[in-house]
């Protein structure tokens, strides 16, 4: 799993390059929780390059969710993949997050 984080003004962008499953889903929630705890804005986490997403990865940004709401922030999706959207329609989760098309939306939305 390949992590790569850009810091947009006071965001966050996360690009996740790989499978988000149970393998790696300790290294990428504890790097997720780093941008969590020292960020102070909303983080969007780009998922162009997932090609699998299992329900351990669906618990992290479940979990994401929770506490960046607690501190007033968002989580936003960008460039989620058919076999990943599916996974998330079938446990009908999406509507928790805000999603988007492009990676350029999703940073667009950072200023509103």
Do not use: W
């Not at 390059?49 to 992290?60: F, H, T, W």
């Not at 968002?74 to 959207?85: A, W």
Request: aromatic fraction near 4%; proline fraction near 2%.
């Amino acid at each position: 799993m390949e992590i790569k984080t850009k810091k947009i003004g006071n965001h966050t962008l996360v690009h996740l390059n790989g499978r988000l499953d149970i393998t790696h889903s300790d290294e990428v929630e504890a790097k997720l929780a780093e941008d969590v705890q020292s960020g102070t804005g909303d983080i969007i986490i780009n998922l162009e390059l997932i090609s699998y997403i299992s329900s351990s990865g669906i618990r992290i940004f479940v979990g994401m969710v929770r506490e960046l709401d607690k501190q007033g922030r968002k989580l936003k999706l960008c460039c989620i993949t058919p076999p990943v959207k599916k996974v998330f329609d079938v446990v009908e989760l999406l509507d928790l997050f805000e999603v988007f098309e492009t990676e350029q939306e999703a940073v667009a939305s950072l200023s509103k």
